[in-house]
Structures are given as structure tokens and as C-alpha cells.
């Protein structure tokens, strides 16, 4: 495998497992599990919703077919940073750049089309009598997620437009020779895509405020502040973007500003924690599949935050920036916390769903698979990252 392949692969790698796994999932979720919750016949926008769901297709078949165009898909990482990203040696009009910062747009397009729903929804279909305090906690966690998509994720499909036209057009929006700054674009990308890990494990946390209580047959402890903390790690995900930028040069005032805001936001996060562990103290426990994957889920959720409390602190941050250790740290947030979550919910589900049970003891063999092979795979990125071995390298010196 080549660089060029290389980079291609993880670039698709990463693009795939946000945009046409993690989103699209936990959106099917919100549309079976929002009406029901709040006593809905259907979403407020019925058309809109079945809109924002076949763009995904579309924007996914662009994905795939940029492996089959003139240079192959994009291969300048998921996060797409100029001026790399606005190459074209070749010269083609359609390539693989152009067609993953199309399917970007229209991801975001579609995003926002299904948040608009979302919020809508909750906050004009409630059912008579049901006040926001009435509400399933899954459905505070899913409207403060869907705020933060309306909110930040305008900025992303904006800049993505934008870059699109310095690759096809030869507009300079990036481009430092006609007079663009690069930078700019980070500080689109990263006002949305830090707060879309919140958008990702908002939901997330949902799951756990409902699946707890169930499987520890206790209330789920500390209601209101769990769901008031969701909107305030809505407010603090606003404001700590900058962390990711830290080696590109910005102001100390900056640094020092956005390091404050970035570990303040483990305080809300913190109190969903000491909750669910409030929820589960002196609990009746039934060790089911979905208690176990919620169990496994916050397990590596408090190991990310700890490894995300280093990362907020500037030394530490410049020092590990591109090297494994933030690979480790995003891997256990997405897969070892969100998808966990996500299969808690399925199988919790799965009978309301579909009308039939689950295989108990297979969900089990699953979950233990699960839990046990994403740490044997992301934990040793930790100390080879502090070590310093770089990511998004495809070869090294064998010495």
C-alpha cells in the first residue's frame, strides 16, 4: 500500500464511520424512539424527514464512487485541511476531493434539515400535560444535541462549500497565494466537528439515563441536572474548538481562554456521571446485554475524559497533537462509548422494534468481544502516542 492509497483509506475510513454510520444510527433512533417518547403521531415535518433521510444515499454514493474516479477518493484526512486538500494535479474537473467535499455538503444539508425536525418536534408535539420536565431524559439529551447541529453545523457545510470552490473554481477563500488563509478554514471545521462529538455522545449519554433506571429498578437520580448539564455542555461545546488548533500558531490569550473552557466542560459532564453512578448505587442489577453495553460504554467514556483533560492542557496538547494518542483518545469516545450506547439501545429495544427478544446469551458473547477487542485495540495508542509515534503516517524508518 502506497502513501497515496494509505491516505485514501483512513481519509474514507473516517468519513465513512461519522457520516454514514454514527449520524444516520443515532437519527434513526431519534425517529423511533422522539414521538413515542412524547405521545407524537409523527414528526412535525414528515416530508422534510423523508428528504433529510434519502440524501444519505446520495451523499454516501458520491463517497463510494469518489474510489472509482481519475486519482482515487480524497486522501487529505476526514478533516479535509487546505492546502492540501485543494489540489488537483491532474486537472480533472470530477475527483475524489470534489466528490467527498460534495457528499459533505449535502450531509450537512441533510443534518440540518433533520435538526430543524427534531427540535420542532419536541419542543410543538408534546403530548397534553407533558412539560419539559415531564419529558424522558433521551428526549432533553436529543434536543440539546440537535440544538448544537443547528447551531454549529451551518459553519462546517459553509466551509466545506467554500473549499469545494477553491478546488474547482479557483476561488482563494484557503488559498495563501491568492491571498487565503488556511487556518480559516480549521476554525469552520472545528467550531462544528469538537461540538459534533457532543452531538454523537449527547444521545448517548440519553440511553444511559434510560437504560439505567431500568436495569438497577431505582429512578435515575439527580433528573433536572442531568437534564440542565446537557445544555450546558451545549454552551461550553460552543467554546472550546481552539483546543485543536493549539499548534497552528494562535494567541496566548487564546490558548489560555480555550484550555479554561475545555476543562470546564468535564463539570457538566461529571454530574451525567456521579448520576448514573447515584442511579446504580444500592441498585437492584440484572446484568443484561443492553446493562452490560451501557456498563462497558460509561467505563470507556470516563477513561476518554481523563485522557481528554490531558489533551485540553496546552504542553500536553502541542506535545501528542499528531501523534497516536489523540487516535486512542477520539476512538474510545466514538467507538468504545457512543457505539456501545448504540448497541445498548438495540438491544433494548429490539423488542418494541420488532416484536421479538433478542438471544440473550449471543448478545452477551457479543458484548464481551466488543468491550474487550476495542480495548486491546485503542488502550496501547495511549503510550505509543506519548511515545510519539505519528499518525497519518503510512510508512516508518525501521529504526
Known sequence: VDRTVYNGIYTMHGTIMLFLFIFPVLNGLNNLLIPTMIGAPDMAFPRLNAVAFWLVPVFGTLLIASFFVPGGPANSGWWSFPPVSIQNPLGHFVNGQGLWLTAVALSGVSSIMGAVNFVTTILRMRAPGMGFFRMPIFCWTALAAQSLQLIGLPALTGGAVMLLMDLTFGTSFYEPEGGGDPVLYQHFFWFYSHPAVYVIIL?????????????????????????????????????????????????????????????????????????????????????TTPMLFCLGGLFNFVFAGVTGIMLATVPVDIHVSNTYFVVGHFHYVIYGAAVMGIFAAIYHWFPKFTGRMPYEGLGKVHFLLTFVGANLNFLPMHPLGLMGMPRRVSSYDPE
Request: net charge positive.
Open 203 to 287: 444521545p448517548v449519554f440519553g440511553i444511559f439515563s434510560e437504560l439505567f433506571p431500568v436495569y438497577a429498578r431505582k429512578p435515575l437520580f439527580g433528573y433536572v441536572y442531568v437534564a440542565v448539564a446537557s445544555f450546558i455542555i451545549v454552551g461550553l461545546g460552543l467554546v472550546v474548538w481552539v483546543h485543536h488548533i493549539f499548534p497552528s500558531g494562535v494567541a496566548q490569550w487564546m490558548r489560555n481562554f480555550f484550555m479554561f473552557s475545555t476543562m470546564l466542560i468535564a463539570v457538566p459532564t461529571g454530574v451525567k456521571v456521579f448520576a448514573w453512578l447515584g442511579t446504580i448505587w444500592r441498585g437492584k442489577l440484572r446484568l
